[in-house]
């Protein structure tokens, strides 16, 4: 039995990713991301949040610490981050010049829609992860 299922289990390295913002959406697309971690080709791993209140400053969601918008490049730089991930819609403001340096990294930017339906915005965020 064990190894049949190690035969399923992925050995990917998960994709390190940071997403935007910390609302319900965010948080439910995030959890639909790590409860299909068993069961992807990519496994994903969430490095960070970023929200820009700061009473959710250095708190934790998910397992992974929310920090504010100027600690992003930062973070993207120190974890080796993949894929940033936000939702149109989000309050959440980074200057120019944090987007210019994050751009000039390998990580890629995903921007989703608020209408879309949890599996569809999974099926991009993979797509996103597994084109290089």
């Keep these: 039995m064990h ?3 190690r035969l399923f289990q992925s050995n990917a390295t998960p994709k390190k990713v940071i997403v935007i913002g910390i609302d319900y959406l965010c948080f439910s697309l ?3 991301l790590l409860d299909n971690n068993k069961h992807a080709q990519q496994p994903i791993e969430i490095t960070a949040f970023i ?3 700061p009473w959710n400053n250095r708190t934790q969601v998910l397992g992974a610490t929310v920090f504010s ?3 992003i490049s930062a973070l993207v ?3 080796d981050v993949a894929l940033i991930i936000q939702i149109k819609g989000e ?3 980074i200057a120019d010049n944090i987007w210019e340096y994050i751009f000039k990294t390998k990580a890629k930017l995903v921007t989703l829609d608020q209408g879309q339906d949890i599996t569809a915005m ?3 965020i993979y797509q ?3 084109a290089e």
């Design 69 to 71: 918008p100027s600690e």
């Design 91 to 93: 309050s959440i403001s």
């Design 128 to 130: 996103a992860c597994t």
């Design 77 to 79: 730089r120190k974890h």
């Design 3 to 5: 190894f049949v299922r």
């Design 51 to 53: 929200d820009d209140e």
């Design 122 to 124: 999974q099926k991009i």
């Design 30 to 32: 995030s959890k639909s």
